[in-house]
């Protein structure tokens, strides 16, 4: 992100006095009905005082306590809220180190204020990806026999177990590959679509696309070699195990893929942590795919424990959201194809219509239009709210806004949700 030319100062501090005195107190506020009502500047976050500081406006703080000896009640807090500085706030976010809750409203405010290009994004690559996923699954698993004989017959001839696995095999495919680009170009725009709300910019959805365009064949590799990371971290911790049980020594080698796959997966869930703030770092940056690594990997060293949690809050809060969306559709296609509730509950069949393929991607067209735009939001927060901390992107962010001086936000205090 470019910085703007010039800035704009926040705000004169209504409380500093007119004839030039310093440490004592202006003159009295008018009283009375015509008394003119104090506002705060513009930009100012919420929960920040109001640059004349303390519990009320214009009150001067406590005196302090002698050199050596404690405050009186409350000092503290006091001495705290009088020498904060006011945080600017051009956007969906403050600019300064942001808690847990004000990365998720900032991802739902950056959707719901941009709701024509988020949602345009999201509901086109997710009509992309379901088309191709409805197609495949309806071409080789709606009416596969192979399938409908190992659901019904535990003991399937061979050629009834060859058609399922390349049926299944074919069908996942085609739905992996549509999932990967789709994800790819969603993630690609709406981390642009973010970093202009931020700012409290708008952008179309074709500027989005121009903006994007460049980077996502890099955005592609580095979404395929961070999963082969994270899925060779599993392979490997797996691998030593399968090879003793192939060798002869099945209890020994199951033990150890037991354990070995534990490793592996702890292994890959760290990596995976360790590297998702990749993806922004590319796009932001216009970094290469390994500088995006070493980017994210800078990132995340000292805060991995909190990246990880809001990470997995992030992945909890989109897959329920996603379920509960696409409820409503599971019902009506078990309606249509004359099972009712049990279609849901049951698990898979592969003796179904079209017509009940079309309303279940219906539905998880609506669920990833919905999850879509607050998965890519949360992560290209995550990304900038670690850079605020570690780098004082807050800001360069107020210069690129217009909205402030250069002075450090809130960095000398301490900051919620750290």
Not at 120 to 125: D, E, F, K, R, S
Not at 347 to 373: C, K, Q, R
Request: aromatic letters at 6%; a neutral charge.
């Amino acid at each position: 992100m470019s910085d703007s030319p010039g800035w704009a100062s926040p705000g004169s501090n209504p409380s500093d006095p007119a004839d030039g005195s310093e440490g004592r107190p202006g003159p009295a506020p008018q009283q009375g009905p015509q008394a003119p009502q104090a506002q705060p500047p513009r930009n100012w976050a919420p929960q920040q005082p109001p640059a004349g500081g303390g519990p009320g406006w214009g009150a001067a703080p406590p005196p302090p306590p002698p050199p050596g000896q404690p405050g009186p009640p409350g000092w503290n807090q006091w001495n705290h809220a009088w020498n904060q500085p006011p945080v600017a706030q051009p956007g969906v976010i403050p600019l300064r180190p942001l808690a847990v809750g004000e990365i998720l409203d900032g991802a739902v405010s950056s959707a719901r204020d941009h709701w024509r290009t988020a949602l345009g994004i999201a509901l086109g690559v997710a009509i992309m990806i379901q088309i191709a996923s409805t197609a495949a699954t309806g071409i080789w698993l709606r009416n596969n026999s192979g399938l409908e004989a190992l659901q019904d017959d535990p003991n399937p001839s061979t050629e009834e177990l060859t058609d399922a696995l390349q049926g299944t095999a074919s069908s996942a495919g085609v739905e992996l590959l549509a999932t990967l680009v789709g994800t790819v170009v969603a993630t690609a725009m709406l981390t642009i679509v973010v970093s202009r709300a931020v700012l409290g910019r708008a952008i179309t959805l074709g500027e989005a696309w121009r903006e994007s365009r460049p980077q996502l064949p890099r955005l592609l590799g580095l979404t395929l070699l961070v999963l082969l990371i994270v899925v060779g971290a599993f392979a490997v911790g797996l691998a030593p195990g399968l090879v003793i049980a192939l060798a002869g020594a099945p209890t020994a080698g199951s033990l150890l893929a037991v354990l070995g796959g534990l490793v592996g997966l702890v292994a890959g869930v760290w990596l995976w942590v360790r590297y998702c703030l990749a993806a922004p770092a590319l796009m932001l940056e216009k970094q290469t795919v390994t500088g995006a690594l070493r980017r994210s990997a800078k990132l995340v060293t000292k805060s991995w424990w909190r990246i990880f949690g809001i990470q997995i809050l992030a992945v909890l809060l989109v897959t329920v959201v996603g379920f509960i969306v696409q409820i409503p559709a599971s019902l009506v296609a078990g309606l249509v194809e004359g099972d009712g509730v049990d279609s849901v509950l049951s698990g898979p069949e592969f003796s179904v219509s079209w017509t009940y393929l079309i309303i279940l991607g219906i539905g998880a067209v609506i669920a990833s239009t919905v999850t879509l735009p607050l998965s890519a939001g949360i992560t290209a927060l995550l990304y900038m709210d670690q850079r605020i901390r570690r780098e004082a992107l807050d800001l360069e962010l107020a210069r690129a806004a217009g909205t402030g001086d250069g002075t450090p936000a809130s960095s000398p205090h301490p900051a919620p949700g750290s």
